[in-house]
């Protein structure tokens, strides 16, 4: 087995992991900082996939109070108040530094400056971007920039656990796609910047490789988790029956712009649950169209119709090009006709608990971006999602680079790790794990969804606990090298985890906040304004609760 | 009934093998591959990470033509068979994956330099910034590298990709390094090599014109 050292080892290469990686060499060039990423280089995980834009307070009628407000509300006040407030007093500097550091363009108006726009749950328009290839643009540059900082880059290479010793953390443990043969990386610092889990739920918004790994390694290491019940789903995901295509999002500014939502029976039904009808909230619009479909009102697909016709052909083209494409792929004219959309799991507002350096619990382990909780709260505001992920990845690099040095390096074995990764090749007539990951997904989106209650969640965690015990059953064939069939035995074992936390954690919360809905505790209550935490002790999930953190009195 | 031919590489191993099945109708390529992996055949191997024609992980030969997988729809094949082969002028890794290593060599080669210069911005003009954007949100797939015939017999050629961002860099104010990008664009691999066929602007599924790009290098370089 190959084995590596190096001072900092960062796992992802979003908009968490390029930050981090930029920043530690940047802060001390002299530093060796490998990074590895389970996707392509830059090509992989959400930060691509970002349309809308990053939020960021530039102009002086704006201010970062006023952004902190907007998050904090978004977040029904789970969010973990420090975090949020270094969010958006972060972001300007960060987004300025993009921009000189990196060469990243933003949108500007005809004065030159940086065009902002607004996205729901704001009070100003905050939000920068770049057409609707934000994401493209600002991880194609900063790729570039790490790139040509000569970074040891693992691509294709996915951290498969954590090197853990006496709670400390030492490293991890990869395994290349190409070559199938794992490697052991020493580090002083590893920072975790793995992205979130959306695709626990079948229908998802996210990049195809993401199943919740980073927050299942951080269980495993040990470290505590938080909020993992609060799960975002963007209201209006396409609907492409049978294709991967399924569940992409359609922009949340056709609906800004004036798009309306119908049922099948031809009524514009957002009325009845909210006055702001389309304008409402990604989770008060989600809820809408679930309600529709659950009663039996929805499309022949299961979704519901989102039409912008009425706002005339000329206008779509010019607006919406990306979507009008996106459309046009599974055979609908958005100029012309109504689409069909229905929620589409997005965002998870949960992770491993962090302060505002990005330290876990564990010494060794940073955390930035998706993996990361508390920043968000109950529900996470579009373009906040980005925002997060470069202001804490850029904190991270900063931290590692600053302490990197103090840290010694250790060796740990990784026989345990490597034969729980090989275990299904000692079997052979075993389950399709791609078809058992399919099953849990179903489970998930079916039983712990937009919309939940005590009686499906529990189905839903003995159904899981069922496929906890059916996962060591799976086999795989073929060469080890790019096999997606081991691939996904490897993602499916930590989806089952973290779809475990987010069903505990959802059933011990009793009441309806932000994202999190129970249709048997359907109001909020003010005496759920606290943190539920989850980790692992003696082999057993355990579950927590903790105050919400708050800012000194004598800061503000 | 959809019939797929695909092109298959292992270990110096080179074959065709034929896979039939039922898709439904608004099937991508990507689709096809994912449903022949999980159904008929676990040992094949394709790239994907967006699924949105985002990333530009999924670039390949689609009946002799690149494409991304994700954005190709079977029914718009026209063709009662469809045949798939990874991208050329690249090294085939396995199956339908190649090396893009030689590619964003040729990238970095072009340079990215921007000072830091935290306390003064700078901004491009208007009508610079608009040739740029135009320029711009290349998504690193490859298509017009696999596409470019002098490529495939010129291998230290920059390419299009590459030297269409040499373009939007040359322009950006804000970049440090246009003297020496420009030596290496007009030396032995660079944009005098292009035979201005037009490949790679047929090919981009962003609709950028690295010819375009190139023969305005070429007046200036
Ligand atoms: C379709 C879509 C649109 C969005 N639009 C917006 C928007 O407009 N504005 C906004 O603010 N937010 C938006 N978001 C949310 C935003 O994308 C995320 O908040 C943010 O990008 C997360 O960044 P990250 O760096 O944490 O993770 P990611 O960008 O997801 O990166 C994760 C990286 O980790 C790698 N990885 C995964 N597992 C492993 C492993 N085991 N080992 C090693 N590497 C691993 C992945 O390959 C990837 O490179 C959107 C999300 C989606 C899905
Ligand atoms: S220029 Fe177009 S075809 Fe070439 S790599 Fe970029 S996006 Fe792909
Ligand atoms: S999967 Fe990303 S471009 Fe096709």
């Known amino acids: ?556 | 009934m959809a019939h797929a031919r695909i092109d298959r590489f292992e270990a110096g191993r080179r074959w065709t093998q034929d896979y039939e099945l039922e898709l439904p109708p608004q099937s991508t390529v990507l689709d096809l591959l994912f449903e022949i992996q999980q159904r008929l055949d676990q040992t094949l191997s394709f790239r994907y990470s967006c699924r949105n024609w985002m990333c530009g992980s999924c670039g390949m030969l689609v009946n002799g033509r690149e494409q991304l997988a994700c954005r190709t729809r079977l029914a718009d094949l026209d063709a009662p068979a469809v045949q798939i082969a990874p991208l050329r002028n690249l090294p085939v890794v396995k199956d339908l994956i190649v090396d893009l290593a030689p590619f964003f060599e040729k990238w970095n080669a072009v340079g990215v330099a921007f000072p830091d210069q935290s306390q003064k911005p700078i901004a491009n003009p208007q009508k610079t910034q608009q040739t740029i954007d135009a320029h711009s949100d290349c998504i690193t797939c490859g298509l017009c590298y696999s596409a470019c015939d002098v490529l495939s017999h010129a291998s230290d050629f920059l390419g299009p990709a590459a030297l269409n961002r040499a373009y939007t860099l040359q322009l950006d104010a804000r970049d440090v390094a246009h003297q020496k990008r420009g030596a290496t664009i007009a030396a032995d691999g660079g944009v005098f090599r292009c035979h201005s066929m037009g490949q790679c602007t047929n090919v981009c599924p962003k609709g950028l014109d690295p010819l375009a790009a190139i023969a305005a290098l070429k007046r200036g370089a």
């Not at chain 1, 407030?85 to 990196?102: F, G």
């Not at chain 1, 039409?307 to 000329?314: I, R």
């Not at chain 1, 012309?336 to 608990?353: D, N």
């Not at chain 1, 209550?525 to 927590?544: A, I, Y």
């Open chain 1, 1 to 556: 087995m190959e084995e590596l050292e190096t001072d900092i080892l960062v796992l992802g290469s979003g908009g968490a992991g390029l930050m981090a990686a930029l920043y530690a060499l940047d802060t001390n060039p002299k530093l060796n900082v490998t990074l590895a990423t389970k996707g392509l280089f830059g090509k992989s995980g959400c930060t691509r996939m970002v349309q809308g834009g990053y939020n960021v307070v530039l102009s002086p009628n704006d201010s970062t109070e006023r952004h902190f407000q907007d998050t904090m509300l978004g977040g029904h006040w789970l969010n973990n108040h420090i975090l949020a407030r270094t969010l958006v007093e972060d972001a300007p500097v960060v987004v300025h530094e993009m921009w000189e550091k990196a060469g990243v363009r933003f949108a500007r108006d005809k004065d030159g400056n940086l065009h902002q726009k607004g996205l729901a749950g704001q009070t100003f328009d905050r939000t920068v971007h770049h057409g609707d290839l934000t994401g493209i643009e600002i991880v194609s540059r900063l790729s570039e920039q790490v790139r040509a900082r000569g970074t040891r880059i693992l691509e294709e290479c996915r951290a498969v656990d954590l090197l853990v010793e006496d709670g400390e953390v030492f490293g991890a443990v990869l395994l290349p796609a190409r070559t199938g043969e794992f490697i052991a990386v020493r580090a002083k610092i590893t920072v975790l910047a793995t992205g979130g889990s959306a695709p626990i739920f079948s229908v998802s918004s996210a990049s195809l490789e993401k199943c919740g790994d980073g927050y299942a390694l951080a269980y495993r290491a040990g470290a505590t988790l938080m909020d993992m019940e609060m799960s975002q789903f963007h209201p209006t995901g396409l609907v492409a029956p049978g294709s991967r295509f399924n569940g992409s999002v359609i922009a949340e500014e056709l609906r800004a712009a004036g798009g309306h939502l119908y049922n099948s029976e031809n009524e514009r039904f957002m009325g009845k649950y909210n006055p702001r009808f389309e304008k409402a909230t990604r989770d008060e619009v989600s809820r809408g169209c679930y309600f529709e479909i659950a009663a039996g009102r929805g499309t022949p697909n299961g979704g519901v119709w989102l039409d912008v016709s009425h706002l005339g052909a000329k206008a779509v083209e010019e607006l919406f090009p990306g979507m009008l494409e996106r459309c046009f792929l599974i055979g609908r004219d958005l100029r012309k006709e109504p689409i069909e959309v229905c929620p589409t799991s997005h965002f998870e507002m949960g992770g491993v608990r962090i302060d505002r350096d990005c330290h876990s619990d564990l010494p060794g382990l940073l955390v930035a971006g998706e993996d990361s909780g508390g920043v968000h709260g109950a529900n996470r505001l579009g373009g906040n999602g980005v925002a997060d992920s470069t202001v804490y990845g850029r904190r991270a690099g900063l931290r590692a680079a600053n302490t990197a040095l103090e840290r010694r390096m250790k060796k740990v074995d990784p026989s345990r790790s490597i034969s729980a990764a090989l275990s299904p090749w000692e079997r052979t007539g075993g389950e399709q794990p791609q078809a058992l990951h399919a099953e849990f997904r179903d489970v998930m989106w079916t039983k712990v969804g937009v919309v939940r209650d005590a009686t499906a969640m529990s189905e839903a965690i003995d159904a899981l606990q069922a496929l906890q015990q059916r996962i060591d059953h799976v086999s795989v064939t073929g060469s080890r090298a790019y096999n997606l069939t081991w691939q996904s035995a490897l993602d499916v074992r930590n989806a089952v985890t973290v779809g475990q936390m987010v069903a505990q954690c959802a059933l011990i919360r009793q009441e309806s906040r932000g994202a999190h809905y129970r249709s048997d505790f359907s109001s909020e209550d003010p005496s759920w304004t606290k943190n539920l935490t989850v980790r692992l002790e003696s082999g057993q999930m355990r579950f927590g609760e903790q105050e919400v953190v708050r800012e000194p009195a004598a800061a503000r």
